[in-house]
């Protein structure tokens, strides 16, 4: 965590304050050191990991940030967690999340868990800071091709085989087991889970567990 020194009352001319929250170093040195290009824009903390970035958005950083830049992809509690749970907690934070997974249904489960904006992390790096300052305006940003978000579940969009992956998953089956049933190897149905995940925007198998029960999937 890398926290520089803000105010909490922040004048209106001076710079809109970020917060980064991604687990590799390199990217957010390279958001900062694109960021610092800019006048009205200012990095003021940084997080590797979601639990760390919570902690201190509800605590000594609440209202010291105009806006946070979210990766999905984390270990421990993903960014989607993360960002349901800032909802949860009432933070008045306008959240942009910057991913390098873009499909419409993991863009329409951010906006609808309450992010205000996407971008793919494979954009032109102009893209993201005119992303960052429509967010601030108060702008819904959707990556290009993306229209309005769907509001058909994202579980919809899972492939048969994926529907089958996911339903063994569910009952607790290893790997093992369910390349035995399906015919196919353990890598197969390691690189499905992966989809799985990706698809319907959960980082770990209890976040799967709770997606499944909240749309009713539990065998």
Do not use: W
């Amino acid at each position: 965590m890398t926290l520089r020194e803000t105010s909490p009352d922040t004048p209106p001319t001076a710079p809109a304050r970020l917060a980064l929250v991604d687990d590799h170093a390199i990217v957010r040195a390279g958001y900062a050191r694109l960021i610092e290009l800019e006048d009205d824009l200012v990095v003021s903390a940084e997080f590797g990991d979601s639990e760390q970035a919570l902690a201190a958005l509800a605590g000594p950083l609440r209202g010291r940030i105009d806006l946070l830049v979210l990766d999905l992809s984390m270990p421990g509690r993903s960014g989607l967690e993360l960002l349901r749970s800032i909802v949860r907690a009432g933070l008045p934070l306008p959240v942009l999340v910057v991913s390098m997974h873009d499909s419409a249904a993991l863009v329409t489960q951010c906006l609808q868990a309450g992010a205000r904006g996407f971008v793919s992390k494979s954009a032109d790096p102009q893209a993201l800071i005119d992303a960052l300052r429509r967010v601030l305006r108060g702008d819904l940003v959707l990556p290009p091709g993306h229209g309005e978000p769907a509001l058909r579940p994202p579980h919809h969009d899972l492939t048969a085989r994926e529907v089958e992956v996911l339903r063994r998953l569910l009952t607790g089956m290893a790997f093992e087991e369910i390349a035995h049933q399906l015919g196919v190897s353990e890598k197969t149905v390691s690189n499905h889970q992966t989809q799985i995940r990706q698809k319907l925007g959960v980082g770990n198998a209890v976040e799967l567990l709770h997606y499944a029960r909240s749309h009713g999937l539990m065998p």
